[in-house]
């Protein structure tokens, strides 16, 4: 078995069209999901991220505040998970919540080191 990383992106411009309600309901689905892949011994961790950071970039390690790109592209989240395949870890992350507000999951496997 082989660890998946699910990095979430999008999903925030229909998300703040949601009223208290809707949220509340959309994020109940989150839990419901991730407490599934709990009991299915699935989930090895994860949790959404701050909007707030910092990148260190080039052989300078110039300093750029934040994370900021396209809104589509901001990762705001992430899960790491037991799969046995890609294809497996593709087919777990179909029922992810994300998608009722237009987000994306790109799932990837962590390499063993």
């Keep these: 078995m082989s660890k998946y990383l699910y990095l979430f992106r ?16 959309h994020m109940q689905k989150w839990g419901a999901w991730m407490q599934g892949l709990t009991e299915k011994g699935i989930l090895v961790d994860g949790l ?12 300078d390690k ?6 900021y790109t396209e809104g589509a592209e901001v990762v705001g989240g992430y ?11 593709v087919e777990i992350a179909k029922d992810c919540p994300i998608f009722e507000n237009n987000g994306e999951v790109e799932v990837r496997e ?3 080191m």
């Design 48 to 59: 959404p991220l701050t909007k707030e950071g910092k990148r260190l970039t080039g052989q």
């Design 10 to 25: 999008g999903g925030d411009a229909r998300m703040a069209e949601l009223s208290p309600e809707e949220m509340q309901e």
């Design 62 to 67: 110039m300093l750029i505040d934040g994370p």
């Design 110 to 112: 962590t390499m063993n």
């Design 79 to 89: 899960l790491l998970i037991n799969a046995n395949s890609l294809v497996e870890a």
